[in-house]
């Protein structure tokens, strides 16, 4: 008899699942709590929500879209990590997206995003910082990385959702 093709939803079983949401919560606490005037705290922790991100990925490396999605986050990661724990922005980037608090200044974490404005000449890694921007974008400046992510993350979840033919006994 010939084999008979079905459609089912696979158990799919990802490794340290529960640190992406808890590195998620993580970064929403950075940007949005009133941590005081002083960023250091703020900058470890989007450290550490990085460093959850890179522990998820590395669990689940064998999946393709997982190593999709984490090569955003090292594409974020890594102009973070070399620019004291923020996302770079310049402050024609910053311009750009019209959302220019009356307090921005040069160094500082730009309040209410994940970023640190700085001149282009003082940012390392330039090119993976937040310098892209669109009107489609919730916040409106956003890096290669962001791009890599959001893609990496949208095959993970059609990976996940999708059902799959089987070839197989009824």
Do not use: C, H
């Amino acid at each position: 008899m010939g084999a008979r093709w079905r459609l089912r939803f696979p158990d799919v079983e990802l490794r340290l699942a529960g640190v992406v949401p808890a590195a998620l919560a993580i970064q929403l606490i950075a940007i949005f709590a009133d941590l005081g005037s002083d960023d250091l705290f703020r900058r470890i922790l989007f450290i550490a929500s990085y460093l959850l991100l890179i522990v998820f990925v590395l669990a689940n490396i064998r999946r393709p879209s997982v190593a999709l999605f984490g090569v955003g986050v090292l594409l974020n990661f890594l102009p973070i990590i070399t620019n004291g724990g923020l996302m770079p922005i310049t402050p024609e980037t910053l311009l750009k997206t019209g959302d220019v608090p009356e307090d921005a200044r040069i160094g500082e974490w730009v309040e209410g995003t994940k970023d640190v404005l700085l001149e282009r000449d003082d940012t390392r890694l330039y090119f993976f910082s937040d310098r892209l921007t669109s009107d489609l974008s919730p916040s409106r400046a956003f890096s290669i990385g962001d791009v890599v992510l959001i893609v990496g993350a949208v095959v993970l979840l059609l990976d996940l959702l999708l059902p799959r033919p089987y070839r197989g006994p009824l």
